[in-house]
């Protein structure tokens, strides 16, 4: 997976060499998009995540269903403020009924100051439904999840304009 002249690129690989696989372009006509991170389970179920820009940058998920890849709608995160931005940085698969995704959005307050809080969705089989998760300063990121026997954990950091600090958050959920 990577961007080619802006466009998310994913590539499969059949033995022998690299092929260029089709994917579909964001619903809205994003101007560009980008894939950041890909999972799959056994079974062969596979996801992406990234984003998409169209005046804003937008979460973006696409799913492999055996055949050929499709997007599947992304929640919004809750609304803090204005220009709103939101990303996945990370996708972990447990199974068909269940796959973690992580990032981050952030918005401009009415006070004028911007914050960043984590994102975290999950998939339960039928839709990505928006999970509460901490944010412990101004600004909070995760970038990667990974799931286990049942527990699902996530890195990121959180930061003020004078202290960053490593950010791990975790769940007995699978």
Same mark, same amino acid.
């Given at each position: 997976m990577i961007c080619k002249h802006g466009l998310g690129l994913i590539e499969h690989w059949d033995g022998t060499t690299w092929n260029e696989v089709t994917a579909p372009a964001p619903p809205t006509g994003g101007q560009r998009y980008t894939f950041k991170s890909i999972a799959a389970d056994a079974a062969g179920h596979v996801w992406v995540v990234g984003e998409y820009v169209n005046v804003q940058t937008f979460s973006l998920i696409e799913q492999w269903n055996g055949t050929s890849w499709t997007i599947v709608p992304s929640p919004q995160p809750p609304t803090i403020g204005s220009n709103e931005n939101d990303t996945l940085s990370g996708v972990t698969?447990?199974?068909?009924?269940?796959?973690?995704?992580?990032?981050?959005?952030?918005?401009?307050? @009415? &006070?004028? +100051?911007?914050?960043?809080? *984590? /994102? $975290?969705?999950?998939?339960?089989?039928?839709?990505?439904?928006?999970?509460?998760?901490?944010?412990?300063?101004?600004?909070?990121?995760?970038?990667?999840?990974?799931?286990?026997?049942?527990?699902?954990?996530?890195?990121?950091? @959180? &930061?003020? +304009?004078?202290?960053?600090? *490593? /950010? $791990?958050?975790?769940?007995?959920?699978?």
């Open positions: 698969v447990v199974s068909g009924t269940s796959a973690w995704a992580v990032g981050n959005y952030n918005a401009s307050t @009415s &006070s004028g +100051s911007s914050i960043e809080d *984590t /994102l $975290v969705e999950h998939w339960d089989g039928t839709s990505w439904t928006v999970v509460p998760s901490p944010n412990v300063k101004t600004f909070n990121m995760l970038y990667a999840v990974t799931s286990f026997q049942g527990q699902t954990g996530a890195v990121g950091a @959180s &930061s003020t +304009s004078n202290s960053i600090q *490593t /950010l $791990v958050i975790g769940c007995n959920c699978a």
